[in-house]
């Protein structure tokens, strides 16, 4: 088992920046997908930004994020707080949600919800105009 517990979430304005973080815990794998998913009310939970590392130094790590966000948000791994975090610049109130953190064991490019095995909480982001 994976345990994933987010935090950072809260009220920002419009055009200002929120760091949120996933601290994961529990079962580790050599390699791992981890991403940022949110929802917002009424709204089904979309894919924001993944991160996938192998176990194999040769292939290393890679991003990716949905069009939504490419440009202002950045998903990052600290490897000495075994943490999953997303820097979020330039809010828009499109932007208001609840975050999740995800992750499945394996080197993929993941970006529906049922590819996902673990889940945190939420973290709730609104955000002001």
């Known amino acids: 088992q994976v345990q994933l517990v987010e935090s950072g979430g809260g009220l920002v304005q419009a055009g200002g920046s929120r760091r949120l973080s996933c601290a994961a815990s529990?079962?580790?794998?050599?390699?791992?997908?981890m991403s940022w998913f949110r929802q917002a009310p009424g709204k089904e939970r979309e894919f924001v930004a993944g991160i996938r590392w192998s176990g194999n130094s040769r292939i290393g790590s890679s991003t990716y994020y949905s069009d939504s966000v490419k440009g202002r948000f950045t998903i990052s791994r600290d490897n000495a707080q075994n943490t999953v975090d997303l820097q979020m610049n330039s809010l828009n109130a499109e932007d208001t949600a609840i975050y999740y953190c995800?992750?499945?064991?394996?080197?993929?490019?993941?970006?529906?919800?049922?590819?996902?095995?673990?889940w945190g909480q939420g973290t709730q982001v609104t955000v002001s105009s």
């Open positions: 529990g079962r580790t794998f050599g390699s791992i997908t």
């Open positions: 995800a992750a499945r064991g394996g080197f993929y490019y993941s970006t529906a919800v049922p590819d996902y095995e673990y």
